[in-house]
């Protein structure tokens, strides 16, 4: 269980990516965040034995032979869930569950505020409802995951693959607009494309190859249930706009 302010579960890392540093709240690139998140539980999951995951987007998930608890109060009920599930479900399935978790966002902000890497803060909105945020009091995780991400994408060496995850989620979610230039990202595209896909990551990979593919489907699972999701909302407002 991670305890400092560098060993942060992938979940953690996905949402500094997503949070403006100074006011603490959503960045608008990144509105796909929640499934970034989620699909980052399924990876960890799977990366550290709990779970198996079949090969490919449409991939099944279920649990290891094994009936301890990992310590953490989010991983623990992503989880709980996968265990207790009354049958085998899309790995795409699970990025929706794990990333629709109440209140994961607070959730998570909180156990980072608890190590001094965020702060919380509230204000009233419009006189009748509070909005929660959290600003970065300690910047330096995240500048060190960004630093750590540019060196991976502008270089053609390996990729660790906890870092090709995290890159991959940030990528197909938009938060990797926030801290890169478009332009830059576009010269890089072949590369990208190399990390999401798991090419990249080696030598450096997971000795297990059941576990590498796990991690790679995972990331499918999570750019699948993206892609549904945005064709979730073109659906309606199609519809919408055919009604009026």
């Known amino acids: 269980m991670p305890?400092?302010?560098?060993?942060?579960?992938?979940?953690e890392q996905l949402l500094l990516l997503a949070l403006k540093d100074r006011k603490g709240t959503v960045d608008y690139r990144a509105g796909q965040y929640h499934l970034a998140?989620?699909?980052?539980?399924?990876?960890?999951?799977?990366?550290?034995?709990?779970?198996?995951?079949d090969q490919g987007k449409r991939a099944r998930v279920q649990p290891?032979?094994?009936?301890?608890?990992?310590?953490?109060?989010?991983?623990?009920?992503a989880l709980s869930r996968v265990r207790e599930s009354s049958r085998r479900r899309w790995g795409s399935t699970w990025v929706t569950k794990f990333g629709s978790l109440k209140r994961l966002r607070?959730?998570?902000a909180r156990g980072l505020c608890r190590r001094g890497i965020l702060r919380a803060t509230e204000s009233d909105l419009l006189l009748i409802f509070s909005r929660k945020a959290y600003p970065t009091l300690d910047p330096g995780p995240e500048r060190e995951l960004v630093n750590r991400m540019r060196t991976a994408i502008m270089?053609?060496?390996?990729?660790e693959p906890?870092?090709?995850?995290?890159?991959?989620l940030a990528h197909t979610t938009g938060s990797l607009r926030i801290h890169f230039g478009r332009k830059e990202l576009r010269s890089r595209k072949a590369r990208l494309k190399d990390i999401t896909s798991g090419k990249a990551y080696g030598s450096l990979?997971?000795?297990?190859?059941?576990?590498?593919?796990?991690?790679k489907s995972s990331v499918e699972a999570a750019q699948a249930a993206v892609v549904a999701a945005n064709a979730a909302v073109v659906t309606a407002v199609a519809a919408s706009s055919a009604s009026s």
């Open 106 to 108: 607070h959730r998570t």
């Open 155 to 159: 270089s053609d060496g390996e990729v």
């Open 205 to 215: 990979a997971h000795p297990a190859l059941a576990t590498q593919l796990a991690v």
């Open 64 to 77: 290891v032979d094994r009936t301890d608890r990992i310590g953490d109060e989010i991983m623990d009920e």
């Open 162 to 168: 906890r870092l090709g995850v995290v890159l991959s």
């Open 3 to 11: 305890s400092s302010r560098s060993d942060l579960h992938l979940h």
């Open 37 to 53: 998140m989620g699909g980052a539980i399924l990876a960890e999951l799977a990366l550290d034995g709990w779970i198996r995951v």
